[in-house]
Nanobody, 126 residues
C-alpha cells in the first residue's frame, strides 16, 4: 500500500494550493480515518484535517478552519486538501495519512495512523 501526496509548491501569502493524495494497493474505504498532517522545521507532526471515512464527517484544526477544505473522490481513490488564504505559518511538509484501526478519540493524533505518504512541501512566502 502506498500513499502518494503531491501538489506542494512555493506560493505567496494569500494564495491557494490544492494537495492530492492517491492510494495505491488499497482503497481508502478500507480505512477508518484518512487525513492530512503537517510538520514544520523543528516541530512535531500537527493535525490539519481528516475524514472519518465511513460517515464522511470531517474535522479541522482550529488553525486552518475556514481556510482549508478536505474532500475526496472515491472513483479516483484520492483525497484532496484545498488550501486558501495561505499564511507564512502554513509552511510545512504536508503528509497524507490513513488509519485502519484509528479510534475516534485519536483521529487527530499522528499516532492514530498506520499508513503515511512521503510528504509534499508547501512554502508560503510573505
Amino acid at each position: 500500500v502506498q500513499l502518494q501526496a503531491s501538489g506542494g509548491g512555493l506560493v505567496q501569502a494569500g494564495d491557494s494550493l490544492r494537495l492530492s493524495c492517491v492510494a495505491s494497493g488499497r482503497t481508502f474505504n478500507r480505512y477508518r480515518s484518512v487525513g492530512w498532517f503537517r510538520q514544520a522545521p523543528g516541530k512535531e507532526h500537527e493535525f490539519v484535517a481528516r475524514f472519518w471515512w465511513s460517515a464522511g464527517s470531517t474535522t479541522y484544526a482550529d488553525s486552518v478552519k475556514g481556510r482549508f477544505t478536505i474532500s475526496r473522490d472515491n472513483a479516483r481513490n484520492t483525497v484532496y486538501l484545498q488550501m486558501n488564504s495561505l499564511k507564512v505559518e502554513d509552511t510545512a511538509i504536508y503528509y497524507c495519512a490513513a488509519g485502519s484501526r484509528t479510534i475516534l478519540s485519536a483521529a487527530t493524533s499522528a499516532s492514530g495512523y498506520n499508513q503515511w505518504g512521503q510528504g509534499t512541501l508547501v512554502t508560503v512566502s510573505s
